[in-house]
């Protein structure tokens, strides 16, 4: 998280391109959203199973991520491809996670609509992958991709997770409201479940980046962090997401 919002920084102050970065977390991590109580998790339950706790800058409910690609997208937001309001700059970036997945072999995805007031509303199990968003992709009605947006500093940041493989219900467990797994897996699913073959993390990867360039016409180079990119993302670590006060500000 800290990096994706170096990269933020980075952007708005013009020392890098819009950036899509492509990455998995070592070790597994539930994510709360920004505005999500901190009292919907059980640290303990956390704790137990070895996995860490962040906020993201971002909104939405809780991810477990374990088995999965994340992809962030940061641009200004006068940027064509994010340009607009929230809902609208969503559309034009599931476009390219929709032609990535088609490029593994995955067909019948929906992107293009806006979904349904959420059946649980404010008070529900706090897991993100329970209920689809506008323009989220599902996968024969199941929710496959969750993804959330900020902007600060005239930039936009998007960020998402896409479950490769694995119980899609395993976060259950680790919330205190103890969400029915069997819920979960019927209204979510994983690439390799949607699909019906295994998929790595590598080809996932390349087969995206290739499906960004294509639907939104980008010519991507290989980059790595910059020298002002690290520095800001170990100090965004120390004084905000490995903190307390961020991780439990509500």
Known sequence: MAVDE???????????????????WEPPCLSLGRAQPLADVDREAVQAAGFDLVRRPTG??????????TYSVVAPQGEPRVTG??????RRLSAGLVHGLE?????????????????TGRGGTGVCFEVPSDYEITAGGRKLVGSAQMR????VLQHGAVPLHGDIARICSLLA??????????RATTVEEAL????????????????????????????????????WAEELRAEKYATDEWTGRV
């Open 6 to 24: 170096a990269i933020l920084r980075a952007v708005a102050a013009g020392l890098v391109p819009p950036t899509l970065r492509l990455y998995a």
């Open 60 to 69: 939405g409910r809780a991810i477990l991520h374990v088995d999965e690609l």
């Open 85 to 90: 309001g929230i809902v609208e700059s969503y």
């Open 103 to 119: 490029r593994l072999g995955m067909a019948g995805l929906v992107a293009d609509r806006r979904a349904p007031p959420s059946p």
């Open 152 to 155: 600060a500093q005239s930039v």
């Open 177 to 186: 409201s103890r969400p029915d797994p069997v819920r979960v897996r019927a």
């Open 196 to 231: 019906g073959r295994p998929v790595t993390w590598d080809e996932a990867a390349e087969a995206l980046a290739a499906g960004f360039a294509e639907a939104l016409n980008l010519r991507l180079e290989p980059g790595t962090l910059t020298t002002e990119e690290r520095a």
